[in-house]
C-alpha cells in the first residue's frame, strides 16, 4: 500500500482581489521529501507558500496535510507541525535572539522539549548561541536567516518552508545556509517545499522541482532531470 502523501494540494486557485494569481495546482510531497518551487518573479511561489500556510485564502480546490483539511486559525498551524519561514526574514528586531527563539515555540508547553530544541538550533546555529543577548535587528543578514530557521525549527515543524532563503545574501553565507537545509532535513526528517529565484542551487538542494510560470505548474520531476532539461537549462539557469 502506498503511502499517503504528508501534503496534498489539488485543483487550488487564489485570487486578489478580480486578479487570479493561482490556477489548477496541485502537488503532493512525501515524508521527509525536499522539493523546490523554481520561476522567474511573479510566478506565483510566494503566494502558494502563503496559502499552504494559512496566510492567503484560496476560493477552489483543496490542501490537505496528514490527511486532513487544513486548520481554521492561523496559531493551529504550528500545532499541527507546518511553519513558514517567510522572504525577508520578518524577525524580531526590537526582541533578542533568545526571545524571537522562545516565540517560535509558543505552541509547546514542554519545558524540557524546549530545551532540548533550543541546544539543537545552537548547535546547528553556533553563531545564535554566541548573539544569545544580541537584539535581533544588530545582526547581519546571513544571522537574521539562521534566527529565522532556528525560529521555525522551535515549533518541531513535520513541514518546514522557506520562501527565497538566498535573498540578500553572500554567496558563502548561501551555501552555508542550504548545507544547513540538508542538514535539518537529514537528522530530523522534516519535508520541507524551497522557493527559490536560484534555481541552480535549489535544484542542487532538492530530489523532485515544480517550475512554476503565471501561476501554473509547467513542468515538474526529479531535479536531476530538470538540470539537464533545456527548456529549464535556457529559462532559467542561464544557458544559451
Known amino acids: 500500500m502506498a503511502e499517503s502523501p504528508l501534503l496534498a494540494v489539488k485543483d487550488l486557485e487564489v485570487f486578489y482581489g478580480g486578479i487570479q494569481a493561482i490556477h489548477g495546482i496541485s502537488l503532493e510531497l512525501k515524508r521527509g521529501e525536499m522539493v523546490a518551487v523554481i520561476g522567474a518573479n511573479g510566478a506565483g511561489k510566494s503566494t502558494l507558500l502563503n496559502t499552504i500556510a494559512g496566510d492567503k485564502g484560496y476560493q477552489r480546490g483543496s490542501i490537505t496535510f496528514e490527511g486532513e483539511p487544513l486548520p481554521g486559525k492561523p496559531y493551529q498551524f504550528a500545532e499541527k507541525g507546518i511553519c513558514l519561514v517567510p522572504e525577508g526574514r520578518r524577525i524580531f528586531v526590537n526582541l533578542t535572539v533568545y526571545d524571537n527563539l522562545m516565540v517560535g515555540a509558543y505552541t509547546v508547553r514542554d519545558k524540557e522539549k524546549i530545551k532540548e530544541r533550543l541546544e539543537e538550533v545552537y548547535d546547528l546555529f553556533p553563531r545564535l548561541k554566541e548573539r544569545e543577548k544580541q537584539m535581533g535587528g544588530t545582526l547581519s543578514g546571513g544571522e537574521q536567516q539562521m534566527l529565522a530557521v532556528g525560529r ?37 526528517g522534516t519535508t520541507m517545499i524551497i522557493v527559490e529565484q536560484n534555481a541552480q542551487l535549489a535544484l542542487d538542494t532538492v530530489n523532485r522541482a515544480y517550475v512554476m510560470s503565471v501561476g501554473k505548474f509547467i513542468m515538474e520531476g526529479a531535479s536531476q532531470d530538470l538540470i539537464h532539461d533545456p527548456k529549464v537549462q535556457e529559462a532559467y539557469l542561464g544557458f544559451k
Open 152 to 188: 521555525a525549527m522551535m515549533a518541531g515543524p513535520k513541514l518546514m518552508m522557506l520562501d527565497e532563503p538566498s535573498m540578500g545574501l553572500a554567496p558563502v553565507i548561501i551555501d552555508e545556509m542550504f548545507d544547513k537545509f540538508k542538514k535539518i532535513n537529514s537528522k530530523y
